[in-house]
C-alpha cells in the first residue's frame, strides 16, 4: 500500500512538471525566444503552486474526494492543454492570454496535490517519515519528467500526444485513489466511471492528436489547404480562397492563379514572338505547365521540351482537373514533351538545338540551386540556342532583390551573350524581372498571338525602362567556384524583412 | 508505447590496395625468380605514380615512344589512385592541385594538354564548387577551415601577425611551387628547428592558431607541426598566391588526371610489374621485373626513393627520408546525413580531431538533388612515432578503423551510423615524405635530386614532401634529362 501511495506521488509530480514543459515548448517553438518563454511559464507556474498550497488550508473536509477531483481536472485541464494551444494559435487573437491561464489554473491544482495528499496519510504513517517520502518522490518525478520529455516525449509522441498521455496518467491516479482511499470515500461508482469516461477522452484525443495538429497547421497557411504533400524533392502545397489558386513549393508562393497571366505572359511573349519562325522551345523548370500554355499559343511551334526534376509535379499538373484548368491541359498536347530530369545535367549532355529557351527555376536561396544561376550552366544553355534564338530567364525581384537581379544580368553576360532586362508588376509578387538574351541583338515584336490579358506592342517598351529605384548596378558574376548570388539573395531580402 | 527499438543497420567493407606484401618482399631481400627473356628498351621509368606517369607524358609529348614504365600495384596512379562504384567515382588519397601559380609552368603546360586551362582561363567545372570547406567547431559549422569564430582579441593580433610575417617570406620569391625555383640557402637556418619551435620564437602561443598550424602540416605532410621543419610550414603558407577560387578538384580526385594521362601513355605503362632489382652493367642499366630483364640506357626511378637501396645493386642506405604512414577510407552512404547550419560542402574538418576530416565525392556535381554519395576520409598517423603506427596499421582489423572512422564521424554527425553502408579502408605504411628538420638542406637529398648519370631519381619526395606539383615536376626534369642524351 506504502509504495503504491509514492509511485503516486511520483506520477502526479512527472504530470505536473510535463504540462509545464509543454506549455514551454510550445510557446517557444509558436512565439520564439525560449528564453523569455520558459522563465515567465517556470514563474507563474511555481507561484500557482504557492497559491494552490496557500488554498489547501481552507479544505477541511472530504480531503480524499477532493483529491480525487483535482486529479480528475489535471488529466482534462492538462491532457487537452497542448491540443487548445495549437488550435488558439491558429484560430484566435488570444494564445498568450490562454496559455498563461491554463499554465495559472494547472499550477493551482498541482499545487493542492501534495499537501492535501500528506494530510489524508498523515495518520498513517509518522509525520516525520511523510514529509521525506513525499518529497523524495515527487523531487524523483520532476527528475523523470524532465529526463523523458525530451529524449523520449517530444520526438516520439509530439507535444499534443505527451500532453493527452499524461493526462491519462492523471485520470489513471484518480481512479485508482478511489481504491487507496476507499474507505475515506462514499459513492465511489459514480467517482470510477467519471474516471473511465475522462480516460476514454482522452485515450480518443491521443489516437486523433494528428487531425487536431493538421487542422491547426491548415490555418497557418492564410488559405484553405486543398491538397499537401512531400514529394522526393519538395513540400508541395495548394490554398484556395474563393477562385484564387495558389501553389507553394517548400513554402514559397510559385503563383496565384488571379495574376499568374501576368508573369507567363511577361515570361513568354516579348522573346518568343521577337523569333522569326520558332519551331523548337525548351523549358527548363516551370512545372506548372503555366509557361508550356503560353508558348502552345503559337501554332509555328512544333515541340516544347519541358525538363522538370519532380515527377510528382508535373503529374499533378497533368492530371488534376482543377489545376489543368488553370494551364488548359497544357501537357496532354501531342507537341509537349516531358522530361523529368535534373536540368544542369539535361542541359549538359543533351545535344538538341531549341529557338527559344524559357529558364523558370525558384530563386537562388541555396548553393544548390545557385549552380543554376551561374557563367557555366549559361553557357551550356547557349550551346542549344539556335542561331537566331533567344532565351529568357526568371530572374527574381528588381525591386527586393536588386543586388540579386543585376547579378543575374552581369552573369548571363559574362556567359556571351547580349542581355536584355525588363521587368513586370505582379501583384502577389510585388515588382519581378525577367532577362532576355541571346547571341544576336533583340528586335522587339511586331504582332502578338491574340487573346493576351496583359502583355501588348504599345507597352511592351516599357517593360525594358527601369525606374532609378531599380535601375542597374555593377554587380559581379555568379561562378560555380564562387557563387556571390545566393550571399547576395539572402542579403537582399535580410534587408527588406527586418 | 509502439516504440521499437531501430537495429543498427549492417556496414560492409575491408582492406582495399594493401600493397605492404610487396613491399615486406623487398624488405626481407625475399628471392625472385631468375628471368626468362630480355628486353632492350632505352628508357625504363620504374613506378607509375604522378611522377612517373609525367615522366612518360613528358617523352610522349616529345614524341619520344620507346620507353616503359613499369608499376607494382595492378592500378596505374600512386598516391593518386581512384576506385568507382554505381554512385561515383572517389578518390584513395590525393585528391586536388591548387590553382598553379605562374613559376608551376610544368602543371600549366600540363592542364593546357588536358583541358583544363584554355587560353588562360581554369575550366570553371574542374574549380572547387561553392561552398568549399567547412570546420566543426564549439558544437556548430563555420564556412572555411581556418577558425573564425570564437576567436580573442589575442588570438586575432596573433593571426595578423602571423600573415605579416608570410607575406614577408612570400615577398622573397624563395618559397615556390616547385621549390626547385626559388630554393635559397639564405634560408638554411628555418630547417633547423622545427615549424612548432619557430612559431613559439615569433611569440605565437594562441591554441587556435597552433591547432591550426598543426592541422596543415598533418594534411600536406602527414606530420605534426613539431616534427615538421619550419622551413617546410613557412613553404605551406608562403608559396602559393591563387590568381584563382580554387583548388582544383574532380570526383575521383588526382584519379582524373591520371586518367588523361592513361589516355596519352596507357599502352606504355605495364601494371603489376614489381621491379626487385637494377644492376649498372657497363653504361647500361639491367632492370628485372617479373619474368623479364630490361636493358635500358636510362632509368628514371619515380617509385618512393626510400625504396631504392633494397632495389639498387651498390647503393647506400639513406639516412634522411622518412615517411608518414595514412589511413585512407571511401564511406557508401545511402542517405545524407542531416546538417544543420551550412549546406554541404567539399571537405568538411572537426577542431580537435586526430583525423584531417573527409571530402565528399559528389561535391563537383552539376545536379542540384543528391540522394547518395561517397566521402573519402582522411587519416594521416601524424602523433608518435612512425614506425609504431606503422604497426598500428598492420596489426589493427578492419572492424577496429571502422569503427574508430564512425566515432570520430558521430561527433559532428550524430546520425551517420544509420547513413553508411559500406566502409572500405586503405592502409599506407609509407604514404608521403615527411619534411623533418634538416631534411630539406640535407646534402643526401639534394644530391638525388640533381639528375646526374643514367639513374634519375624523380619521385616527389626529393622535393621533401609529396605533393602533386613537386611529383610532376621531379618527372618532367627526369624525363628532359634522358631524352638530353638518350640515342635515336
Known sequence: ?498 | MGLAAKSEPQIIGGFVNDSFQQGHLLRDRAAFPSPKRIEKVPIVIVGGGIAGLSAAWRLHKSGFKDFVLLEMCDQAGGNARWGENEITAYPWAAHYVPVPGRKAIYVRELFEDIGVLKDGKWEERFLCFTPQERLFLYGRWQEGIEPAIGLTQSDREQFRRFEEQIHRFRETGKFTVPMEMGFSEGNAELDRISFADWLREQRIDSHTLNWYMNYCCRDDYGATSDQTSAWAGIQYFASREPEEKGPLTWPEGNGWIVRRLLERVGPLVRTGQMVHRIVQNGSRLKVFAGDAEYQAEFVIFAAPTFLAPYLIEGMMPLRTFEYSPWLTANLTLDRMPRSYGTDPTWDSVFMESPTLGYVDATHQTLRTHVDRTVWTFYWALAEGSASQNRRLLLSSDWSYWKEAILHDLERVHPDIRQCVSRIDVMRMGHAMARPTVGSIFSTERRSLAKPHGNLLFANSDLSGFSIFEEAQYRGVVAAEHALRRVSR
Request: hydrophobic share 50%; glycine share 6%.
Open chain 1, 1 to 498: 500500500m506504502g509504495i503504491l501511495l509514492f509511485i503516486t506521488v511520483l506520477l502526479i509530480s512527472a504530470c505536473g512538471l510535463i504540462y509545464e514543459l509543454v506549455a514551454g515548448t510550445l510557446a517557444s517553438y509558436l512565439l520564439g525566444d525560449s528564453v523569455l518563454q520558459f522563465s515567465t511559464i517556470i514563474g507563474c507556474y511555481l507561484f500557482a503552486m504557492g497559491i494552490g498550497s496557500a488554498l489547501s488550508r481552507y479544505i477541511n473536509r472530504g480531503l480524499a474526494y477532493r483529491f480525487v477531483w483535482i486529479e480528475l481536472l489535471l488529466g482534462v485541464v492538462g491532457g487537452f492543454s497542448s491540443a487548445l494551444l495549437f488550435l488558439a494559435f491558429a484560430y484566435s487573437q488570444g494564445f498568450q492570454l490562454l496559455m498563461y491561464s491554463l499554465v495559472i489554473v494547472i499550477g493551482v491544482l498541482v499545487g493542492l496535490e501534495i499537501p492535501l495528499l500528506m494530510r489524508i496519510i498523515r495518520d498513517r504513517y509518522h509525520f516525520r517519515d511523510v514529509v521525506a517520502h513525499v518529497l523524495t518522490f515527487d523531487y524523483l518525478g520532476a527528475l523523470g519528467a524532465s529526463l523523458l520529455f525530451p529524449i523520449l516525449l517530444v520526438p516520439h509522441l509530439g507535444l499534443v500526444r505527451s500532453a493527452m498521455l499524461f493526462g491519462i496518467l492523471n485520470a489513471a491516479v484518480a481512479l485508482w485513489s478511489t481504491w487507496i482511499f476507499a474507505n475515506q470515500l462514499a459513492r465511489t461508482v459514480v467517482l470510477r466511471s467519471l474516471c473511465v469516461v475522462v480516460i476514454a477522452a482522452l485515450c480518443i484525443g491521443l489516437v486523433e492528436a494528428k487531425r487536431i495538429t493538421q487542422a491547426a497547421e491548415d490555418n497557418i497557411y492564410a488559405d484553405e489547404i486543398i491538397f499537401a504533400r512531400d514529394t522526393h524533392y519538395q513540400h508541395i502545397v495548394l490554398t484556395r480562397f474563393k477562385d484564387d489558386i495558389r501553389l507553394f513549393l517548400n513554402s514559397h508562393l510559385q503563383f496565384s492563379s488571379r495574376d499568374e497571366y501576368r508573369y507567363h505572359e511577361a515570361l513568354i511573349h516579348p522573346g518568343l514572338s521577337a523569333i522569326a519562325a520558332p519551331r523548337r522551345v525548351l523549358v527548363l523548370g516551370g512545372g506548372d505547365g503555366l509557361a508550356v500554355r503560353e508558348i502552345l499559343k503559337y501554332p509555328q511551334v512544333e515541340s516544347v521540351t519541358l525538363v522538370d526534376l519532380d515527377p510528382e509535379m508535373t503529374r499533378l499538373f497533368t492530371t488534376n482537373p482543377m489545376l489543368t484548368g488553370l494551364n488548359q491541359k497544357s501537357f496532354l498536347s501531342p507537341r509537349v514533351h516531358v522530361i523529368n530530369a535534373d536540368a544542369f545535367p539535361w542541359v549538359d549532355t543533351n545535344t538538341d538545338s531549341f529557338d527559344f529557351i524559357v529558364i523558370d527555376f525558384p530563386d537562388p536561396t541555396n548553393y544548390s540551386l545557385g549552380k543554376l544561376y551561374t557563367t557555366t550552366f549559361y553557357k551550356a544553355v547557349a550551346r542549344h540556342l539556335s542561331e537566331q534564338g533567344l532565351m529568357v530567364v526568371q530572374s527574381t525581384s528588381p525591386m527586393f532583390a536588386r543586388d540579386s537581379y543585376w547579378c543575374i544580368a552581369e552573369t548571363i553576360k559574362q556567359a556571351g551573350m547580349l542581355t536584355y532586362p525588363y521587368h513586370v508588376y505582379v501583384p502577389s509578387f510585388g515588382e519581378w524581372g525577367f532577362v532576355l538574351a541571346g547571341h544576336h541583338e533583340y528586335r522587339p515584336p511586331t504582332s502578338l498571338p491574340a487573346g493576351l490579358r496583359f502583355v501588348d506592342l504599345k507597352t511592351m517598351p516599357a517593360l525594358f525602362q527601369f525606374p532609378p529605384d531599380m535601375a542597374p548596378l555593377s554587380m559581379p558574376a555568379n561562378r560555380l567556384n564562387d557563387q556571390v548570388l545566393v550571399h547576395l539573395y539572402d542579403q537582399d531580402w535580410k534587408d527588406i524583412s527586418h
